[in-house]
């Protein structure tokens, strides 16, 4: 069992940054590849980023992809999603998610565990 806590999320200016942190308990969470998702109003929930168990392997959706960088820390239980030139677009619930696979996948089905998730919100 892997418990989720997300935390960083607010309210910036577009153009500004942010950076999300997810908190992961249990000690397999380094056997675990991590994601991010997001869900805006009104709209399916999307993939965002995702990385592999060891933080060698990364993906990135399109309209993230150069502006948003994922990371983890294995001894700290935590995966980060450090997100600049934040776009209006970019406002949603995002959430930290777990996968049973090892390597970073889009597909989310692969996630097993979520977070309650954390609001971000990009002002004009």
């Known amino acids: 069992q892997v418990q989720l806590v997300e935390s960083g999320g607010g309210l910036v200016q577009a153009g500004g940054s942010l950076r999300l942190s997810c908190a992961a308990s249990g000690r397999t969470f380094s056997s675990y590849a991590m994601g991010w998702f997001r869900q805006a109003p009104g709209k399916e929930r999307e993939f965002v980023a995702a990385?592999?168990?060891?933080?060698?392997?990364?993906y990135y959706a399109d309209s993230v992809k150069d502006r948003f960088t994922i990371s983890r820390d294995n001894a700290m239980n935590t995966v980060y999603l450090q997100m600049n030139s934040l776009k209006i677009e970019d406002t949603a619930v995002y959430y930290c998610?777990?996968?049973?696979?090892?390597?970073?996948?889009?597909?989310?089905?692969?996630?097993?565990?979520w977070g309650q998730g954390t609001q971000v919100t990009v002002s004009s």
């Open positions: 990385i592999g168990w060891s933080g060698d392997n990364t």
């Open positions: 998610a777990a996968s049973s696979a090892r390597f970073a996948t889009s597909i989310r089905y692969n996630y097993v565990y």
